[in-house]
């Protein structure tokens, strides 16, 4: 009985609200309700996306400013090493020119002699014409993908880099199993490479006790990947730093210029090669890379 009173009592109402909601005023009222929340709601999503825009933006700005202090931190590297490989040349042009005024002043100059030495300058010349061509090489990689040889990326890298290692009295090794060909792109496997080796470098100078510094390059092929390792005989990377050594802007040379961003760069070309990067300690710090 409660029940069928309750229900005439709600019988009216439900009768009010049928009639207001089905008035055209109400309808109208309804449908601008509804489009007003879809504007509400389009210009939320709107603004959502501009700002991931911004977001991704401000990410590719930022890659694009590591890639270019990494890139003008090479290119004062490199200007190091042509400075080293240039050195005992232009004292080899200096001794020449020596020899042939000191032979002019004596009335000992004679056209052989003098076509000697010239042939010795102008071949000593050519070598530092084909250095600068080398570094310019290195410095500006193709960016297609080619087939080529991982053992010469290594031995450019290697080549690149001795003249800083020879006054470091650093002796550098490359062990092979056989050659091995990679689609990538050269030359930026040899920036990573070179960067391997200078981080190497930088821990065996710290070393002092080390009288028989080494770096080895090692390659072989596994079941399926191709495995290069560098790695020195020096102190080894401390664990609490082995989680932070890709990091950007990280760097344990505080009192040199270094700008932490080499480990970071060598990581991210790698990756962009299709490979893996990893660290560890074995009698020194060894990095490995990982090609399928």
């Known amino acids: 009985m409660k029940s069928i009173m309750q229900i005439s009592i709600l019988m009216p109402s439900l009768v009010f609200a049928t009639d207001y909601l089905s008035s055209p005023e109400t309808l109208q009222y309804l449908v601008l309700f509804l489009l007003l929340l879809l504007i509400?709601?389009?210009?939320?999503?709107?603004n959502l996306k501009k700002k991931n825009l911004k977001i991704v933006d401000s990410c590719?700005?930022?890659?694009?400013?590591?890639?270019?202090?990494?890139?003008?931190?090479?290119i004062g590297a490199m200007m190091g090493n042509i400075a080293h490989q240039w050195k005992q040349p232009l004292n080899n042009i200096a001794?020449?020119?020596?020899?042939?005024?000191?032979?002019?002043?004596?009335?000992?100059?004679?056209?052989?002699?003098?076509?000697?030495?010239?042939?010795?300058?102008?071949?000593?010349?050519?070598?530092?014409?084909?250095?600068?061509?080398?570094?310019?090489?290195?410095?500006?990689?193709?960016?297609?993908?080619?087939?080529?040889?991982?053992?010469?990326?290594?031995?450019?890298?290697?080549?690149?880099?001795?003249?800083?290692?020879?006054?470091?009295?650093?002796?550098i090794i490359f062990l092979a199993e056989d050659e091995y060909d990679f689609l990538g792109r050269k030359n930026e496997l040899t920036q990573v490479l070179i960067i391997l080796i200078n981080n190497a470098k930088d821990a065996l100078l710290k070393d002092e006790e080390n009288n028989n510094k080494l770096i080895q390059f090692e390659l072989k092929k596994n079941e399926n990947t191709i495995n290069l390792t560098?790695?020195?005989?020096?102190?080894?990377?401390?664990?609490?730093?082995?989680?932070?050594?890709?990091?950007?802007?990280?760097?344990?040379?505080?009192?040199?210029?270094?700008?932490?961003?080499g480990l970071y760069m060598a990581k991210t070309i790698i990756e962009g090669l299709d490979g893996k990067i990893q660290v560890y300690n074995n009698k020194g710090a060894?990095?490995?890379?990982?090609?399928i």
């Not at 993908?145 to 890298?157: L, P």
Request: hydrophobic share 35%; aromatic share 10%; charged share 25%.
């Open 286 to 291: 060894v990095f490995e890379l990982e090609f």
């Open 60 to 74: 590719s700005r930022q890659a694009q400013m590591l890639s270019r202090e990494n890139k003008l931190s090479e």
């Open 95 to 171: 001794l020449l020119v020596l020899n042939i005024e000191h032979s002019y002043k004596k009335n000992q100059l004679t056209h052989e002699y003098l076509e000697n030495k010239i042939f010795a300058i102008e071949d000593t010349l050519e070598y530092m014409s084909q250095t600068i061509e080398d570094f310019s090489d290195y410095l500006s990689p193709r960016k297609e993908k080619q087939t080529f040889c991982i053992n010469d990326s290594v031995e450019k890298a290697m080549e690149l880099t001795m003249p800083t290692l020879n006054s470091s009295k650093i002796d």
């Open 40 to 46: 509400i709601f389009g210009f939320s999503i709107w």
């Open 230 to 261: 560098i790695r020195d005989n020096g102190l080894g990377v401390p664990h609490d730093l082995m989680s932070k050594i890709f990091n950007p802007y990280f760097t344990t040379n505080q009192t040199t210029k270094g700008r932490g961003l």
